[in-house]
Structure formats: structure tokens, C-alpha cells
């Protein structure tokens, strides 16, 4: 995989101003500020319902603030703009895998989708997720740690700089755990980051994940 290009250390890759968002009459969170660098990893904390998943929906521009500000290398964006979309590769709970397609064909999809592919190989990067035999079965055969795998899998074709990242243990075998943190610590050590809600703990040798928390609304 080819290191994303590092940015300068007194600026941040991405951070959130004053940050809020709603649902309906319930607050979830306001004024959040949260920053991430270059080759850093950020693991987000806060009580079941606070607003985890939300706040990297946002991130990705899947869902938008209530209020706040996005900025990106330093200039403000919307959620979801094209420099987002292009540097950040989501994977939440539902892994965005499609069910009636081949986990081979899942990623020959993502790659066609996407801006930049990697050296890895679709073959490769399902050998690495050890699901290479099950390559040309359809994903709804698989079972739930499979098509996480299938979903993580993505990661290894498709470059970006900054990964976003729900619950990525989810249904995994301490193997498959083992895979996923030897993953993320490669990719941290080529200069990208990421953003990680988990209720396992991140495990990266050297690295030791930032932890912040999402305050209760007041």
C-alpha cells in the first residue's frame, strides 16, 4: 500500500469546531472538538446512546451536524465534500457490503468506486482477511464474522489517508482481531490516521490511541 502523504505536525488533518448535533427534541452532543494528525489514532469513548456512531457519520458526510464547523487540512468543509469522500474510507455497522454479490466482487465494486486503488490485489487483500476460499460465495451465505471481514477488506484496495472506523472487532475471532490491529498499526506507520469506536481495546504496539470521550449533553 503506497503511504498517503503527511502533513505538517502543528496542523491538524481533520477537526470538528464546536460541534452538535440532535435527534428530534434529544441533544446527543454540542460544542464537541476533536482533532486528529497525521500517522495518530483517535479512539472515541462515551456511554451507550451518546453519540458515537453519529459523530463518524458526520465525519463522512453520511449525516449532517445540527451545528459546527468541519475543517479539513486546516480549511473548513462541508460534510461529505469531495476532498472528504476521496481521503476517508468509512466502515460502520453495517459494513456496506451487498449481499447478493461475491466478497470478490465487493471489492472489484469499492475499487471501481473509488479514486485510488492500492497495490493489494482483491486476492490479496481477501487472503489477508482469511477469506480467500470463500472469495466466490455470496456474502449473504457468509456468516457475520466473515462479512466483516469481507467489509475490512476494502481498507487493503482502496487507499485513502484517513480511516473511520465503528466497532471494526464486531463478530471477530481473536485471530481476526489480531489482523485488524496488525492493519491498522501498518497504516498509522505510512503516515494515515484513524478515527475508531471499539469496545475492545486497540492494541498497536508503539502506538497508543488518543482517547475522546463524548460528554453527556447538558
Not at 503511504?3 to 452532543?29: I, N
Not at 477488506?153 to 481473536?174: N, Q
Not at 482481531?177 to 498499526?185: E, G, K, S
Amino acid at each position: 500500500m503506497p503511504p498517503p502523504e503527511h502533513e505538517s505536525d502543528s496542523q491538524p488533518l481533520l477537526e470538528t469546531v464546536a460541534l452538535s448535533c440532535a435527534r428530534g427534541e434529544r441533544v446527543l452532543f454540542e460544542n464537541l472538538d476533536v482533532s486528529i494528525a497525521a500517522g495518530e489514532v483517535v479512539q472515541v469513548l462515551g456511554e451507550n446512546g451518546s453519540g458515537k456512531t453519529t459523530l463518524l457519520r458526520i465525519l463522512c458526510g453520511l449525516q449532517p451536524p445540527s451545528g459546527g464547523h468541519i475543517r479539513w487540512r486546516g480549511r473548513e468543509v462541508a460534510p461529505g465534500a469531495p476532498e472528504l469522500r476521496s481521503e476517508i474510507q468509512y466502515v460502520g455497522h453495517a459494513g456496506g457490503v451487498k449481499l447478493d454479490l461475491t466478497p470478490r466482487e465487493n471489492l472489484d465494486v469499492a475499487i471501481a468506486l473509488g479514486a485510488r486503488p492500492t497495490a493489494t490485489t482483491v486476492d490479496a487483500a481477501l487472503a489477508r482477511l482469511d477469506i480467500g476460499m470463500l472469495g466466490g460465495s455470496p456474502v449473504r451465505t457468509l456468516s457475520a464474522g466473515q462479512r466483516q471481514r469481507v467489509a475490512l477488506a476494502r481498507l487493503l484496495t482502496c487507499a485513502s489517508l484517513l480511516w473511520v472506523l465503528d466497532e471494526p472487532f464486531t463478530a471477530l475471532d481473536a485471530d481476526g482481531v489480531a489482523t485488524i490491529d496488525a492493519m491498522l498499526r501498518e497504516h498509522i506507520e505510512a503516515g494515515g490516521s484513524a478515527i475508531v469506536t471499539s469496545h475492545h481495546p486497540v492494541a498497536l504496539g508503539q502506538v497508543t490511541p488518543r482517547p475522546v470521550s463524548i460528554p453527556r449533553a447538558a
